[in-house]
């Protein structure tokens, strides 16, 4: 593939996802500009991730901290740019990983959310952040347990971050109609838990390649896609 047919074949892919995720939106009554997409470009190079921002994706969603900082601190001249961390966070990767004042979806302790809380104030920001949720009840899947919750945001008003609301996976080999169950699961929790903490939790990031639509539909705010994306550019695992 030359450059070029790369770079077709991303623009391509962005905009059958962006359609997609009007269509879904009207078909359920929501506003299609509620709903925002991460391109996660977890499996690329900066080449190709540039390539997807070319394409005109600006938020873009990285699991693994070292690679957000890299990519970040070079992709400095492309703007505007917003990062995601989506993936797992130790505390002593914080410092580093806020320099990118990234949206951090995948909050799944409260020693993760102090030293978030902590840093953020040193460097004088504000960190927006999501609560991860273990919905599907998956061992092998971090976050926080349902019922944990609701002392989290009891527990928390502090300076340095504000918690929007709660991501959610699908658990692993669920089809899409089964992971609509657990997005609906997740939304009714927000509800529930905006009704008895009082605060705002406005965001619901849910929703991957293989079931955004479901998502969509369950009320999803930030929808987090990868390989759709890429298909025909990378090998899809
Ligand atoms: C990789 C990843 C995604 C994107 O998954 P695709 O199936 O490639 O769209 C979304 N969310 C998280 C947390 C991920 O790790």
Redesign the pocket.
């Known amino acids: 593939m030359t450059e070029k047919q790369t770079q077709q074949r991303i623009t391509h892919n962005w905009q059958s996802v962006q359609q997609q995720v009007r269509e879904t939106a009207i078909a359920c009554a929501r506003d299609p500009g509620s709903i925002r997409i991460i391109g996660?470009s977890?499996y690329v190079d900066e080449k190709l991730t540039r390539a997807l921002t070319s394409a005109g994706c600006c938020e873009l969603?990285e699991?693994r901290p070292q690679l957000m900082w890299q990519k970040s601190q070079a992709m400095q001249d492309v703007t505007p740019l917003g990062w995601h961390m989506?993936?797992h966070l130790q505390r002593n990767k914080v410092r580093r990983t806020l320099r990118c004042t990234p949206t951090i979806h995948?909050v799944d302790s409260e020693r993760l959310l102090s030293a978030i809380a902590d840093e953020a104030v040193l460097q004088g920001i504000c960190i927006d952040v999501l609560l991860e949720v273990n919905i599907s009840g998956d061992q092998a899947k971090t976050g926080f347990l349902p019922e944990a919750l609701q002392s989290v945001l009891e527990s928390r008003h502090q300076s340095g971050l504000e918690i929007r609301g709660l991501m959610a996976?699908a658990g692993w080999g669920t089809d899409p109609s089964a992971a609509r169950k657990q997005f609906e699961k997740t939304r009714e929790l927000r509800d529930q838990l905006e009704i008895s903490t009082g605060r705002q939790l406005p965001e619901l990031s849910m929703g991957?390649?293989?079931d955004y639509q479901e998502a969509i539909q369950a009320g999803a705010t930030m929808v987090?896609?990868?390989?759709?994306l890429f298909d025909g550019v990378i090998e899809r695992n």
């Open positions: 996660v977890k969603g699991s989506i993936g995948s996976m991957m390649s293989g987090r896609i990868g390989s759709t």
